[in-house]
C-alpha cells in the first residue's frame, strides 16, 4: 500500500485554511454554527463566576461590571447572527462586533482603574487570569473567528493589559509578562489543536465507492442525526430511549466501583480525622443507600423507568444526607483546613455532574442534583483558612464547570452514538456491554478475550523496559538527593531489575496467555521478598523524615501502578494481589515523612484506590474502542484482498518504532519532518516573544537570553533553509545537525558567562516551569522525526548543560538537576509512547479503503 500521510497540500501549513475554497467555506460555517452552545454557556459560566468574584473582592465589583456588561453584550450579538443564514457573514460580523465591544469596554475601564486605587490581589488570582486568558485563543479558533479578528482580539487585551496599572502583590513586569505569555502560550496550543481538528476533519472524507454503495442509508443518517443543540437529546425519540437505556445499563459498574472506592476513603478519611466520625458516617449511610438503589433498578427490565427511580433515590437520599450533616454540624463546630482541603473538595464534586451526564440520568434529576449541592454547599459553615464567601464561591464554581464539561463530553458521546459505522447497517450502541463483563470488563466471547489480553501484554513489553529502566534512574538519582534512603532504594532497584529481567525473559515465550500468569506470580512474589527485605531494615534504622511533597510524588507513582497493570493485561487476581500486598506493606512502615500517621497511610492508599479506579475507566474505553474497531463482514470480504499487504506492511520495530519497510519509513519520516515545520516555526516565534520578556523581567541575566535568543534564531533560519530542499532525508540530518551544534554552542557561551555572574536564587517553582518546558523537547523531536541519533545526542548535551549550570534555585543541588535530567528523560518515554501510537495511525485501517493516511493527526 502506497501511503502519502499527510494532507498538507490541501491545507496551507501557517493559516491552516484549506486550499479548496468550497471545503474551508462549508468547514468554517460548520464550525461557528456548532460552537454557539458552548459560547452561550461559557458566557453564563463567566457571568456567574464574576458575580461570585464581586462578593469575594467586593473592590473590584465595579470592573467585574464593567466585564459583565461586556459579555452580555457579546452573548446577544452571538445570539442575534445565529439568526441569519449567511453562517461566513455572520462570522465576519462577529468578529467585528467581538473587537468593537471589547475596545470600548477597555476605554471605559481603564480611566476608572486609574482613578481608584485598588488593593493589590494575590498572585493567585493572576494565574487564575493567566489560565482564562490562554483558553481565550484556543476557544476563538474553535469558534472558527477570522484570523484578522483574532489577531486583533490579542493585540487589543495586550496593549489594555500594558496600560492597567498594578494590580496584584506580583507587580511590573511580571503581571505583563504572565498574562501576554498566557495569550501567545494559548495562541500555540490553539494552533496545534485546530491542526489536529482540521486534519480530521481532511481524513473524514470516505472514498467515492464506498460512498455511492452506502447512498441509500443517507436519508436515514440525516433523519438520525437531528440533536436538540442544548439539550442533547436525539429528535427521533426510539433512538434517544435506545442510547439512555443502553448508557444508563453500562454505567452502573463503573458507578458501583465509585461506591466502593468512596466508601474506602471515608472509612481512611474518619481514621485522619475522628472528630469528623459522625459527619462521615452520614456520607457513608448516604452512599450505601445509592449503592443499593443502584444495585436495585439494574434488575428492572424498563430501563427508562429506572433512569427516573435512580435520579429519585440519588436526590431524596442527598437532600437527607445535608439535612442531617447540617444538623450536626451546629453543634459540632469545624477545625479550620488547610486551603488545599477546598481545592481537593471542588475538584472531587466537580466530577459528579459529568458523571450523571454519563449515566444519562433525566436532565431535571441532574439540575436538581446540582442545585442540591449548591444550596447545601452556601449552607455549610466555615471549614478552611479561605472563609466565606471564598468557599462556597469555588465549590459552587466547581459545579458549575462540571456541568459545562459535561455537555461538551456528552455531545462527543451522543455524536459517537451516531458514528458513521450507522451507515454500514451496524446497530450503534453507546456502550458494548452487550459483549463484556461490566464489573471485570472481561469478553463473554473466550476467543476475543484470549486475543485481546495476548496482544495486550506483548504490546506492553516496550513500555515496561522503558518504565523500569526511568524508574531505575530516578531512584539512582534520588539516592543521590536524599542519601539516607540509599538502602531501601537499593532494594526497590533490585526488585525492579528482577521484574524487568522476568519480563524480558517471559516475551520469549510463546504461549502468552501462560506468560501473563507467569509474570503475575513473578510480580507479587518478587514484591512479597522485596517487603519482607526492606521492613526488618527500615524498624532497625530511624530514618529523617522526608517532606510532604515526596509523600505526594510517591502517591502520584503509586496511582499509576493499578493504572499500568491494566494497561499490562495482567490477570484481576494478580492485580488485586499486588495492590493488597503493596497496602499491608506501607501499614506495617513505620513513620517516614513529615505528616506522620495515618496522614501517610491515607495518601498512599488512597492513591492505589484511585488509580484503580482510573485503570478501570482507561480500560473500559479501551476495550469499548477494541469492540467498535471491528468493520462489518461485507465489508472485510471486500477488503481481503489488501490484508496480505496491510500484514507485511504493519511491520514496526518496537523499540526504535521503525519500519522493516524501508520504503515505508522514508516516507513516513519525510512527511513527517516536512509538515513538523509550521509548529517548530510558531514555536520558536513564541520562545522568541517570551525570552524577550524574560530580559524585562529579569534584566540581570540579559546577556545569557540573548544568547538563547541567538540560538532559537539561528534554530529557525536553519528549518526555514532545510525547508527548501527536495531531499527531505538529507533535509532531516543536516537540521540535527544543526540543532545540536547550535546547543553545543550555546551552552559553552551560557556557561561561560554565568562563571562570573552569580544568578540570585528563585523560588522551587522556577525549576518546575523549567522542567515542563525542556520535557517537551524530546516528544517534538519525535513529532518531527528526527534521526534518533541526532535526538538522543540532543537529550545528552541538554543533561550535561543542566549537570554543569550553576545553583539557580532554593532546591539546590542536586535537585535541580536530577528534576530537570528526569523531565527529559520523562519527555523521551512519552514521546516514545505518543510516536508508537501516531505511526500506528499512519497505518491505519483507513489506508485499505483507499484513504490517503497521515502519520500525525
Not at 98 to 104: D, E, I, P, Q, W
Not at 640 to 660: D, H, K, Q, V
Not at 671 to 691: P, Q, T
Not at 757 to 772: D, I
Amino acid at each position: 500500500v502506497t501511503p502519502s500521510p499527510l494532507p498538507t497540500p490541501r491545507m496551507d501549513p501557517w493559516s491552516l485554511t484549506f486550499t479548496d475554497a468550497a471545503l474551508e467555506e462549508s468547514y468554517t460555517a460548520e464550525a461557528f454554527r456548532a460552537a454557539s452552545v458552548s459560547f452561550v454557556a461559557l458566557c453564563v459560566f463567566v457571568i456567574m463566576l464574576d458575580t461570585m468574584a464581586a462578593v469575594v473582592y467586593p473592590d473590584l465589583a465595579v470592573t467585574l461590571a464593567f466585564l459583565n456588561f461586556t459579555i452580555g453584550l457579546w452573548l446577544a450579538g452571538r445570539l442575534w447572527l445565529d439568526r441569519t443564514d449567511d453562517l461566513q457573514r455572520a462570522r465576519h460580523l462577529f468578529g467585528c462586533l467581538f473587537n468593537g465591544v471589547l475596545v470600548t469596554a477597555w476605554v471605559a475601564v481603564l480611566p476608572w482603574v486609574h482613578c481608584h486605587h485598588l488593593d493589590p490581589i494575590p498572585a493567585g488570582a493572576v494565574a487564575v487570569g493567566a489560565l482564562l486568558h490562554g483558553l481565550c485563543p484556543i476557544y476563538l479558533r474553535h469558534n472558527a473567528l477570522p484570523t484578522a479578528h483574532r489577531f486583533a482580539c490579542i493585540a487589543i487585551t495586550m496593549v489594555g493589559w500594558a496600560a492597567v496599572p498594578t494590580f496584584s502583590v506580583l507587580g511590573r513586569p511580571a503581571e505583563l509578562f504572565c498574562l501576554c505569555s498566557a495569550l501567545l502560550l494559548g495562541e500555540m496550543l490553539g494552533y496545534l489543536i485546530e491542526w489536529r481538528v482540521r486534519s480530521t476533519h481532511l481524513e473524514s472524507a470516505m472514498p467515492a465507492n464506498l460512498c455511492m454503495a452506502l447512498s441509500a442509508t443517507a436519508p436515514a443518517l440525516a433523519t438520525a442525526r437531528r440533536m436538540n443543540s442544548w439539550s442533547l437529546t436525539f429528535t427521533d425519540a426510539a433512538l434517544e430511549e435506545s442510547y439512555t437505556a443502553e448508557a444508563f445499563r453500562a454505567a452502573s459498574g463503573s458507578f458501583v466501583f465509585f461506591c466502593g472506592v468512596v466508601l474506602v476513603l471515608d472509612a481512611m478519611a474518619a481514621v485522619v480525622y475522628p472528630d469528623l466520625g459522625a459527619a462521615i458516617a452520614f456520607g457513608i449511610l448516604a452512599v450505601g443507600v445509592w449503592l443499593a438503589g443502584r444495585l436495585w433498578v439494574d434488575r428492572m427490565d424498563d430501563q427508562q423507568r429506572a433512569r427516573h427511580l435512580f435520579g429519585l433515590v440519588l436526590n431524596g437520599v442527598l437532600v437527607a444526607a445535608w439535612v442531617a450533616v447540617l444538623t450536626w454540624l451546629q453543634s459540632h463546630p469545624l477545625e479550620l483546613s488547610p486551603a488545599g482541603a477546598v481545592a481537593v473538595v471542588a475538584l472531587l464534586i466537580g466530577f459528579f455532574p459529568i458523571y450523571l451526564r454519563y449515566s444519562a440520568l433525566p436532565a431535571a434529576h441532574r439540575l436538581a442534583f446540582i442545585f442540591i449541592a449548591m444550596v447545601g454547599w452556601a449552607a455549610f459553615p466555615t471549614f478552611s483558612v479561605l472563609g466565606r464567601p471564598a468557599e462556597p464561591f469555588c465549590l459552587c464554581s466547581a459545579l458549575l464547570a462540571g456541568e459545562l464539561v459535561g455537555h461538551s463530553l456528552e455531545s462527543q458521546w451522543r455524536a459517537s452514538f451516531l458514528g458513521p459505522r450507522k451507515a454500514h447497517g451496524v446497530t450503534p450502541s453507546p456502550l458494548p456491554t452487550p459483549r463484556m463483563d461490566p464489573w471485570s470488563l472481561t469478553f463473554t466471547d473466550a476467543a476475543l478475550e484470549e486475543s485481546y489480553t495476548a496482544e495486550a501484554f506483548r504490546a506492553a513489553s516496550v513500555s515496561f523496559v522503558a518504565l523500569c529502566v526511568f524508574v531505575i534512574m530516578l531512584d539512582t538519582m534520588a539516592a543521590v538527593v536524599y542519601p539516607d534512603l540509599a538502602v531501601t532504594l537499593a532494594f526497590l532497584n533490585f526488585t525492579i531489575g528482577l521484574w524487568l529481567a522476568g519480563r524480558l525473559w517471559l516475551d520469549r515465550t510463546d504461549d502468552l496467555q501462560r506468560a501473563r500468569h507467569l509474570f503475575g506470580c513473578l510480580f507479587n512474589g518478587v514484591l512479597v521478598t522485596a517487603w519482607v527485605a526492606v521492613l526488618p531494615w527500615v524498624h532497625c534504622h530511624h530514618l529523617d523524615p522526608i517532606p510532604a511533597g515526596a509523600v505526594a510524588v510517591g502517591a502520584l507513582l503509586h496511582g499509576l501502578c493499578p493504572i499500568y497493570l491494566r494497561h499490562n493485561a495482567l490477570p484481576t487476581a494478580h492485580r488485586f494481589a499486588c495492590i493488597a500486598i503493596t497496602m499491608v506493606g506501607w501499614a506495617a512502615v513505620p513513620t517516614f515523612s513529615v505528616l506522620g500517621r495515618p496522614a501517610e497511610l491515607f495518601c498512599l492508599c488512597s492513591a492505589l484506590l484511585l488509580g484503580e479506579m482510573l485503570g478501570y475507566l482507561i480500560e473500559w474505553r479501551v476495550r469499548s474502542t477494541h469492540l467498535e474497531s471491528a468493520m462489518p463482514a461485507n465489508l472485510c470480504m471486500a477488503l481481503s484482498a489488501t490484508a496480505p499487504a496491510l500484514a507485511t506492511a504493519r511491520r514496526m520495530n518496537s523499540w526504535s518504532l521503525t519500519f522493516t519497510d524501508a520504503a515505508l519509513e522514508e516516507s513516513y519520516t519525510a512527511e513527517a519532518f516536512r509538515a513538523a515545520s509550521g509548529s517548530f516555526v510558531f514555536f520558536c516565534g513564541v520562545v522568541l516573544v517570551l525570552d524577550a520578556m524574560a530580559a524585562v523581567v529579569y534584566p540581570d541575566l540579559g546577556a545569557a537570553i540573548a544568547f538563547g535568543i541567538l540560538a532559537v534564531g539561528v534554530w529557525l533560519a536553519g528549518r526555514l533553509w532545510v525547508d527548501r530542499m527536495d531531499d527531505q532525508q538529507r533535509a532531516r540530518h543536516l537540521f540535527g545537525l544543526v540543532l545540536n551544534g547550535v546547543l553545543v554552542a550555546a551552552w559553552v557561551a551560557v556557561l561561560t558567562w554565568l562563571q562570573s555572574h552569580p544568578l540570585e536564587l528563585s523560588p522551587a517553582g522556577a525549576v518546575a516551569v523549567v522542567a515542563l518546558l525542556i520535557g517537551f523537547f524530546p516528544i517534538y523531536l519525535r513529532y518531527s522525526a528526527l534521526p534518533a541519533a541526532h535526538r538522543l545526542a540532543f537529550i545528552f548535551i541538554a543533561m550535561v548543560g543542566w549537570a554543569a549550570f550553576p545553583t539557580f534555585s532554593v532546591l539546590g543541588r542536586p535537585a535541580e538537576p536530577f528534576c530537570l535530567c528526569s523531565a527529559l528523560l520523562a519527555g523521551e518515554l512519552v514521546g516514545h509512547s505518543l510516536e508508537s501510537q501516531w505511526r500506528a495511525s499512519f497505518l491505519g485501517p483507513r489506508k485499505a479503503h483507499g484513504v490517503t493516511p497521515s502519520p500525525l493527526p
